[in-house]
T-cell receptor, first 116, second 110 residues
Framework: ETGVTQTPRHLVMGMTNKKSLKCEQH?????MYWYKQSAKKPLELMFV???????ENNSVPSRFSPECPNSSHLFLHLHTLQPEDSALYLC???????????????FGEGSRLTVL | QQQVKQSPQSLIVQKGGISIINCAYE??????FPWYQQFPGKGPALLIA?????SEKKEGRFTISFNKSAKQFSLHIMDSQPGDSATYFC?????????FGGGTRLMVKP
């Protein structure tokens, strides 16, 4: 497989459920991201991991919990979500270095989440 | 606060016409300005990017124009095609964090 793979592609959950979104990148990148895409805020950065350390937590509610066990995998654990959390969740990766890189983001196709 | 403002929100262009999308930024520390293209059901993908040391960059039918003093940059799509119908996002970054504009939904009519 190549690129950035996200599973599941679609998820429907109740407000009391616990579920997880998974992201895997096969590009050898050292940074991974979670973005939320909704009609209200088209591309909203949630979390950034660089070299497996979280470097950004963009005021995201604690019902979203990220995990980055290694440089190739990223999870988003979901617990007690609200209907307004329904959105497309996009994972991305990039290569960040000491010298100025473009830092091009490579996105997965997203996980479409519906909270009932 | 880092912010990138994008306009218009939606755009309809006839086939063969020129599509123009504009973005404005506030943070003078921004030093990299990419445009991403997103088709339905897909994640965004890098289309073209520019650094502030040049005023224009062209790749095929796509051109970025950059005005550093006005803190504005724009995407021009020449000879627009129905296959260009997608959502376009401008973005800017000074470091690890890429800040995106609100997106423009482009429809090119045959």
């Amino acid at each position: 497989e190549t690129g950035v793979t996200q599973t599941p592609r679609h998820l429907v959950m109740g407000m009391t459920n616990k579920k997880s979104l998974k992201c895997e990148q096969h590009l050898g990148h050292n940074a991974m991201y979670w973005y939320k895409q909704s009609a209200k805020k088209p591309l909203e950065l949630m979390f950034v991991y660089s070299l497996e350390e979280r470097v950004e937590n963009n005021s995201v509610p604690s019902r979203f919990s990220p995990e980055c066990p290694n440089s190739s995998h990223l999870f988003l654990h979901l617990h007690t979500l609200q209907p307004e959390d329904s959105a497309l969740y996009l994972c991305a990766s990039s290569q960040e270095g000491i010298q100025e890189e473009t830092g091009e983001l490579f996105f997965g196709e997203g996980s479409r989440l519906t909270v009932l | 606060q880092q912010q990138v403002k994008q306009s218009p929100q939606s755009l309809i262009v006839q086939k063969g016409g020129i599509s123009i999308i504009n973005c404005a930024y506030e943070n003078t520390a921004f030093d990299y300005f990419p445009w991403y293209q997103q088709f339905p059901g897909k994640g965004p993908a890098l289309l073209i990017a520019i650094r502030p040391d040049v005023s224009e960059k062209k790749e095929g039918r796509f051109t970025i124009s950059f005005n550093k003093s006005a803190k504005q940059f724009s995407l021009h799509i020449m000879d627009s095609q129905p296959g260009d119908s997608a959502t376009y996002f401008c973005a800017a970054k000074p470091d690890l964090m890429l800040t995106f504009g609100g997106g423009t939904r482009l429809m090119v009519k045959p």
